[in-house]
C-alpha cells in the first residue's frame, strides 16, 4: 500500500530522515521524466506529505 504513512516507515526503516522528501520528489521526477515512467501516484503523495508537513510546523509557530 502506497501512503504517507507507508512512506515514513520506509524511510524510518532505512534511517533515512523525512527532511529529505523534498529532494527525494526531485530526484524521482528526473528518473520519471529519463525513464518515460510514470509514477504520478507516487509523487502526489510525497508532495502531499512535503504540503502537510509545512503547514504543521507553521501552524505550530502561529499557536506559539
Known amino acids: ?3 504517507s504513512e ?3 516507515n520506509l524511510f524510518h526503516k532505512y534511517g533515512v530522515n523525512m527532511r529529505y522528501l523534498g529532494y527525494v ?3 524521482l521526477k528526473e528518473i520519471s521524466e529519463e525513464k518515460k515512467i510514470v509514477l504520478k501516484h507516487i509523487e502526489f503523495i510525497l508532495e502531499k506529505e512535503i504540503f502537510v508537513r509545512c503547514l504543521k510546523h507553521k ?3 502561529f499557536l506559539s
Open 1 to 3: 500500500m502506497a501512503d
Open 25 to 27: 520528489l526531485k530526484k
Open 6 to 8: 507507508s512512506f515514513t
Open 59 to 61: 501552524f505550530t509557530e
